[in-house]
């Protein structure tokens, strides 16, 4: 099965800095690269994806970059709010298995 | 309504009681997803459905979790004799196809055991 692993755990920014939060995976097949943010009390939601023929994607703030020949993904968060302190989610998915969540990164982001 | 509905969003109960977890998927999302959420730790998958099926039981922690949907909406899951281990935020989630992408959570329901 896929063995994902987020860099890092924790991360502290101050208010206006970036972000970046990076996901490696093993799984050559997977072909599918979300982030998902999981805000205090409420479920995780969906904020950016990408797919495997597609190396960088721009929404606003936030970014995710893909090196699918390294086997990596990251987040990048710039201008940071602190509405972006959530906990952060790389997800990524090959083949119609459900979407295997690990425990993800926690951003804090200090006003 | 507009989101994924849970309810109730609380549930406090004795070990060894019953109890039911309720689901109401976005309209129209054929695909819906049970997942557990221990305090600080990432989602357990638990089980899906396509439709009314469920292909793929194998995330359920033990023979007294079960789940049913009718009607390709509604969703229930049911934890028997429940366990203090069995405390934890259960997330419903739905999705408009079969692809497991784009998943649309609903904000859980935080399950005490005492």
């Known amino acids: 099965g896929e063995n994902v692993e987020q860099h890092p755990s924790t991360l502290s920014v101050q208010e206006g800095d970036s972000a970046v939060i990076k996901c490696t995976y093993s799984d050559s097949a997977s072909n599918y690269f979300p982030w998902y943010k999981q805000e205090l009390g409420k479920g995780p939601q969906l904020i950016i994806d990408?797919?495997?023929?597609?190396g960088e994607k721009k929404d606003q703030r936030i970014a995710v970059t893909l090196n699918k020949t390294a086997k990596h993904f990251s987040l990048h968060i710039t201008e940071t709010q602190p509405e972006d302190s959530a906990v952060y989610f790389c997800v990524p998915k090959g083949g119609n298995t459900p979407l295997v969540f690990g425990k993800g990164t926690r951003l804090s982001v200090i006003a | 309504g507009a989101g994924v509905s849970q309810s109730p969003s609380n549930k406090v109960t004795e070990k060894g009681k019953d109890v039911e977890l309720r689901c109401d998927p976005i309209s129209g999302h054929t695909a819906l997803y049970w997942y557990r959420q221990s305090l600080g730790q990432g989602l357990e998958f638990l089980i899906y459905?396509?439709?009314?099926?469920?292909?793929?039981k194998s995330g359920l922690p033990s023979d007294r979790f079960s789940a049913e949907r009718t009607g390709g909406s509604v969703s229930t899951l049911t934890i028997q004799r429940t366990q203090q281990e069995d405390s934890a935020v259960y997330l419903c989630a739905s999705s408009w196809d079969t692809s497991g992408e784009k998943l649309f959570f609903g904000s859980g329901t935080q399950l005490s055991v005492l």
């Open positions: 990408i797919r495997s023929n597609v």
């Open positions: 459905f396509q439709g009314n099926s469920a292909p793929d």
